[in-house]
């Protein structure tokens, strides 16, 4: 099928000679967008910041004993550059729609997380029963910021108009999302020492995966505009994806708020790594059950 956005970058994932999207089983789809941000600018640089660090990754990954890469095909889009929430919200909707309709896996990258819901939006209209399990330092319930409904800090709220929602690693939020989220029934896991199983337990059969990477402490991930002390580690947010592949139907999931700061390559390589692992979470389950 012709597309109007997917269309294939020159400058692809990992580096790896692309095959043609109608044999490939992930689609990265890069967006570069960011104009709600209320703290710190820089997400616009984002996907780029992973698309660099990740030509650095090493193919074979040691945890599933398979160089990912070569398992799975993997096509990485053109990136979009939506110039108002008008374009963000119509341009993203109809990208996953499309590569959902392909029975492809969409793994998107921020930009900021208002990128989310009209991924999701895409997928609840593909498939029953979703959940979305965003995995963030903020719960992003707001109704509204600054006269925006489809803002960063509202995205959760516009998911859950759709779909169910099960927040982790939340360490701030405001009284009225607090609130929201009991009489509405979120579900939210706080700070980071909670259990993984409860986390999958609490999401439907097939889920729509968020990782804001604020969720991370800002030790390990400084490169967010928001960062939050007293955050997750590296293996806790493995722990909980592979538990969640392992359990759940991933629909589709995404990367945001990377904030690339100059000369620290850390944060970006870490956020490519995770896309990595990702794909071989979704695509090579078995591997994952030796663990
Ligand atoms: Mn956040």
Same mark, same amino acid.
């Given at each position: 099928?012709?597309?109007?956005?997917?269309?294939?970058?020159?400058?692809?994932?990992?580096?790896?000679?692309? $095959?043609?999207?109608?044999?490939?089983?992930?689609?990265?789809?890069?967006?570069?967008?960011?104009?709600?941000?209320?703290?710190?600018?820089?997400?616009? +640089?984002?996907? *780029?910041?992973?698309?660099?660090?990740?030509?650095?990754?090493?193919?074979?990954?040691?945890?599933?004993?398979?160089?990912?890469?070569?398992?799975?095909?993997?096509?990485? &889009?053109?990136?979009?550059?939506?110039?108002?929430?008008?374009?963000?919200?119509?341009? =993203?909707?109809? &990208? /996953? #729609?499309?590569?959902?309709?392909? *029975? #492809?896996?969409?793994?998107?990258?921020?930009?900021?997380?208002?990128?989310?819901?009209?991924?999701?939006? +895409?997928?609840?209209?593909?498939?029953?029963?979703?959940? =979305?399990?965003?995995?963030?330092?903020?719960?992003?319930?707001?109704?509204?910021?600054?006269?925006?409904?489809?803002?960063? +800090?509202? /995205?959760?709220?516009?998911?859950?108009?759709?779909?169910?929602?099960?927040?982790?690693?939340?360490?701030?939020?405001?009284?009225?999302?607090?609130?929201?989220?009991?009489? &509405?029934?979120?579900?939210?896991?706080?700070?980071?020492?909670? &259990?993984? *199983?409860? /986390? =999958?337990?609490?999401?439907? *059969?097939?889920?729509?995966?968020?990782?804001?990477?604020?969720?991370?402490?800002?030790?390990?991930?400084?490169?967010?505009?928001?960062?939050?002390?007293?955050?997750? %580690?590296?293996?806790?947010?493995?722990?909980?994806?592979?538990?969640?592949? $392992?359990?759940?139907?991933?629909?589709?999931? %995404?990367?945001?708020?990377?904030?690339?700061?100059?000369?620290?390559?850390?944060?970006?390589?870490?956020?490519?790594?995770?896309?990595?692992?990702?794909?071989?979470?979704?695509?090579?389950?078995?591997?994952?059950?030796?663990?």
């Amino acid at each position: 099928m012709e597309s109007n956005y997917l269309k294939e970058s020159l400058d692809n994932f990992v580096e790896h000679p692309q $095959k043609p999207l109608s044999e490939c089983k992930a689609v990265l789809l890069p967006v570069s967008f960011e104009a709600t941000a209320s703290y710190m600018k820089g997400t616009k +640089a984002g996907p *780029k910041a992973i698309i660099d660090a990740s030509k650095h990754l090493e193919w074979f990954d040691l945890e599933l004993g398979k160089e990912i890469v070569k398992e799975v095909p993997i096509f990485t &889009s053109e990136t979009l550059k939506p110039k108002n929430v008008k374009g963000l919200l119509e341009s =993203v909707e109809s &990208s /996953v #729609k499309e590569i959902v309709s392909q *029975k #492809k896996f969409p793994l998107l990258f921020g930009g900021e997380h208002s990128i989310t819901f009209p991924a999701v939006k +895409a997928c609840a209209s593909s498939f029953d029963n979703l959940s =979305v399990l965003s995995i963030d330092a903020h719960a992003d319930l707001r109704n509204e910021l600054n006269g925006e409904k489809y803002s960063h +800090a509202c /995205v959760m709220r516009r998911c859950s108009e759709t779909s169910k929602i099960v927040l982790a690693g939340v360490r701030s939020l405001s009284a009225e999302e607090k609130k929201f989220a009991e009489k &509405s029934g979120v579900k939210i896991f706080f700070g980071n020492d909670f &259990s993984v *199983k409860e /986390v =999958v337990d609490s999401c439907s *059969k097939n889920v729509y995966l968020s990782i804001d990477l604020d969720a991370f402490d800002p030790s390990i991930m400084p490169a967010v505009g928001t960062p939050e002390p007293c955050g997750l %580690d590296w293996g806790t947010v493995l722990g909980l994806c592979r538990e969640l592949f $392992k359990r759940k139907t991933v629909v589709g999931a %995404d990367l945001v708020e990377l904030s690339p700061i100059k000369g620290l390559r850390a944060p970006d390589f870490a956020a490519a790594k995770l896309a990595y692992k990702i794909l071989g979470y979704k695509f090579l389950p078995k591997a994952s059950e030796r663990f």
